[in-house]
């Protein structure tokens, strides 16, 4: 029984569309703008994400649009867009950027570091700040 004990009190339950709900989550709408798009609170977003045909919806819809997503930048790619090249190389195939550093001394010689070295110039950092 809602709102009380008389019969038919309490606010009537917001009437959400599967249907829109999948295709506003396919858009990867926050439960915000969704409570807004359905006059509703986002705590009844919240509370109806319980119930299975609710939840089904929102995850079909968010799985769609990334496949949407994931597609507008393949289409990117094909079109030899290098920079989104090197995004889903890093992305999808765990690639990298690796810088190598060299250090030389004098006339590029070798340079050799020694525990003492090391501390005194963590030491001097130190008194920097």
């Not at 299975?52 to 094909?78: D, H, N, W, Y």
Request: charged residues 30%.
């Amino acid at each position: 029984m809602r709102g009380g004990s008389r019969i038919g009190a309490g606010r009537k339950p917001v009437e959400i569309d599967l249907e829109q709900l999948e295709k506003l989550a396919s858009l990867q709408c926050t439960d915000q703008e969704l409570a807004a798009f359905f006059r509703c609170t986002t705590r009844t977003i919240e509370k109806r994400r319980k119930e299975l045909a609710f939840k089904e919806a929102i995850e079909r819809g968010r799985a769609l649009g990334r496949i949407s997503v994931r597609r507008s930048q393949m289409k990117l790619l094909e079109a030899g867009n290098a920079t989104m090249g090197v995004w889903l190389g890093k992305q999808l195939l765990g690639q990298r950027d690796v810088t190598p550093i060299e250090l030389t001394g004098a006339n590029g010689s070798e340079i050799k570091f020694s525990m003492e070295a090391i501390d005194a110039i963590l030491t001097e950092g130190k008194k920097v700040k």
